[in-house]
């Protein structure tokens, strides 16, 4: 049964599925998983998706879930897409199928990319450059770039701090140079076809992910990643004003629960008229499930 969105509150474009099923926790990922906990102060353990899909779905909240591929980059395995996107059409009510492949696959990643929205029905993408250790723009990415373009879904881009890696030995091997919004400007340009959601406030860098949003029509932002309490305020003034129909909820979970984001933007300043189009409907548009 596709999404309702008279029966759901929100739509959530940041969902993480770090652990499968059926594999065991990966141990590179483990230690990761050790460190961004102890930042964010959240539970070790991470939930599975039927955990996830349950949480969401008492709270009435439809959400985007993906993993993070970087096994180029981090050598660390990853969840399957085809587990996610399986999982997904079980659950389509609440759950929105989004994949994750490492740019440097190239080509044999976009035959990959290919498969999973033509035969499973993944509705977008997620590409992290700091923990894939890749320039976003870096033309090895670029076949599957292609096909996201070609079928004119999202993608969403890590941009700014990352908390993966924070405290560890030498950043745990990842570069934050990668996470700077600008860098993905040349694909903004490049395939305009592409939905590019820019995620998380950008710290420190905020500022050009506002520019970015404002100058290209296929740029979009989510506030996941950091408690809203935390933004910076031109975040607020422009979300209240030329970015109202750019800004969409994210959390970040497991890191930060959705309950937790919400409660916390009752009261950074965001305007009445403008909550619904954060909480749902600019995400509804995106998606293109409006």
Not at 10 to 20: L, M, Q
Not at 40 to 66: D, G, V
């Amino acid at each position: 049964m596709p999404i309702n969105l008279n029966e759901i509150e929100a739509i959530d474009v940041h969902v993480h599925a770090e652990v499968s099923c059926h594999d065991p926790e990966d141990p590179v990922m483990g230690k990761f998983f050790d460190a961004a906990s102890a930042y964010f102060k959240a539970p070790r353990e991470r939930p599975k998706m039927p955990e996830i899909a349950e949480i969401y779905r008492e709270q009435k909240i439809a959400f985007c879930l993906f993993t993070v591929d970087a096994e180029c980059g981090m050598g660390a395995k990853r969840v399957s897409n085809y587990e996610i996107a399986e999982f997904a059409a079980k659950n389509d009510d609440i759950c929105i199928p989004f994949a994750s492949i490492d740019p440097h696959k190239g080509k044999y990643g976009a035959r990959e990319a290919r498969d999973l929205v033509e035969n499973y029905g993944v509705k977008g993408f997620k590409f992290h450059g700091i923990a894939q250790n890749v320039h976003p723009a870096d033309q090895v990415g670029y076949p599957i770039y292609e096909v996201i373009n070609e079928y004119k879904l999202p993608a969403i881009f890590h941009t700014g701090h990352s908390g993966m890696g924070t405290g560890m030995r030498g950043g745990g091997g990842m570069r934050l140079k990668y996470g700077q919004p600008m860098l993905v400007d040349d694909v903004a340009v490049d395939f305009p076809d592409m939905k590019i959601i820019l995620a998380h406030p950008s710290w420190p860098w905020v500022d050009e992910s506002l520019s970015m949003a404002l100058h290209k029509d296929n740029v979009f932002i989510d506030l996941s990643g950091w408690s809203p309490k935390y933004f910076a305020p031109q975040i607020i003034q422009y979300a209240n004003t030329q970015l109202k129909k750019k800004m969409m909820f994210g959390s970040d979970f497991p890191l930060i629960h959705p309950k937790k984001w919400i409660d916390a933007a009752k009261n950074v300043g965001f305007k009445d008229e403008i909550m619904p189009g954060i909480m749902k409907d600019n995400a509804a548009r995106v998606l293109g499930l409006a």
